[in-house]
Nanobody, 115 residues
């Protein structure tokens, strides 16, 4: 089964940018829809962006215009470019299939937006 490893998080000031990466231990090209999720303390995990194999994207209203999801199936990697970050974007970010048939969750990558 494909294992997912997220990276690229960190501490950033409001208005800053980060680029997250999610690398699969095997091919992700067969997974039609991949997504980025996040979980803030005390809150449920939520889907913030997803992308299909033919490049169609969807975004949570709270990140539209600020986040961009992309994927490179040849590198088995999904990316999340985040800009104009806000304190409410603080969370652990995970990637996974954006479907009912989930892969095992990775460890996630912490994003903290604070001055």
């Amino acid at each position: 089964q494909v294992q997912l490893v997220e990276s690229g998080g960190g501490l950033v000031q409001p208005g800053g940018s980060l680029r997250l990466s999610c690398s699969g231990s095997g091919s992700i090209g067969s997974f039609y829809r991949m997504g980025w999720f996040r979980q803030a303390p005390g809150k449920q995990r939520e889907l913030v962006a997803d992308i299909t194999n033919d490049g169609r994207t969807n975004y949570h209203d709270s990140v539209k215009g600020r986040f961009t999801i992309s994927r490179d199936n040849a590198k088995n990697t999904v990316y999340l470019q985040m800009s104009s970050l806000k304190p409410q974007d603080t969370a652990v970010y995970y990637c996974n299939r954006a479907s009912l048939d989930l892969l095992p969750w990775g460890q996630g990558t912490q994003v903290t937006v604070s001055s």
